[in-house]
């Protein structure tokens, strides 16, 4: 069974209560084996708001190699009696995430997890605590090497960001055709693989109002994205637009393509909150699965026992669907058919298309 780990985010926001709903239902463990990384205090405090009838157990492992299946394992990250407040940014509420995190991460490159899904921590409190990145999706790619792209993903859209975590006011010097073509280049890899689409299609917003009105209102569009996107179309993606953002959404445009590239942060992610529900986000492009609900600490209804863990339960389902379909494209991709000897007009024996098939002799 996939070994899934799971941090806890801030112990005093919503993520330690989503977890506890969700992993209350006996039958996730059934998909996967939960490795939990947390304080046991956290949890045990939590766990007294869940509804009558619903329980939640786990057993502490001193490490994910001894996690168990058909039970909620949790690896003891707490640094003792930690002060819980929910509601509250505190210093002790960033260690305590960071922590948690800094365990996962090291298991998941020891191979003792084989995913992870993060829960919400605090972008403030976890640089006390020296943490030293804008967000999950920079630590983890800072730990793991590779060019993050940062995708929201649920039943009805997939948006991918072209650029993160920056100021709005940065957001037009950092564009560039080389970074466009990088992204849809990325989008196609991870539609492909990740999630097993053949030729996918990519919607491309313009970056100005009406995406620029052929100038009038910004020259981005013509002078970057235009150009991206024909780069693209010649290296074999299937590109459309550039789009205006509010009437794309408002008309249900997204739903005619794979997925959409936004130009910064909130443009993408304003209308995926608004149009799904049970969001995920999926940090693609990295040689580790990681995902997250889609939202953040809440702190305004934490510990009142209302957080709703769909999201967080979505982002389980996500991490260990995107495992099995990278390990799938593997293995179908792991002896191709030599096409350059056919090409060349070489014979290719009846054995060897037998072996590439996966037929014996």
Known sequence: MIRVGITQGDINGIGPEVIIKALADPRMSELFVPVVYGSSKVFSYYR???SEGE???YQIVSGAREA???RVNLVETGTGEVRIEPGTATREGGIEAVNALRRAADDLAAGDIDVVVTAPINKENVQEAGFGFTGHTEFFAD???GEPLMVMCSERMKVGLATIHVPLAQVSGMLSPELIVQRLEQLKRMLVTDFRIVEPRIAVLG???HAGDGGLIGGEEE???RPAMAEAVRRGVLAFGPFAADGFFASGGYARYDAVLAMYHDQGLIPFKSLSTGGVNFTA????VRTSPDHGVAYDI???GVADETSLRDALYAATDIFRNRRWYAEISANPLKHYERERGADVSVKDLKLSEGHEE
Do not use: E, I, Q
């Open 48 to 50: 007294k708001g869940l």
């Open 143 to 145: 730990r793991f090497g």
């Open 223 to 225: 002078t970057v994205v």
């Open 68 to 70: 168990r299946p058909k």
């Open 207 to 209: 970056l100005n109002p």
């Open 302 to 304: 934490a510990g009142r």
């Open 285 to 288: 492009s990295l040689p580790v």
């Open 55 to 57: 329980t939640f157990s």
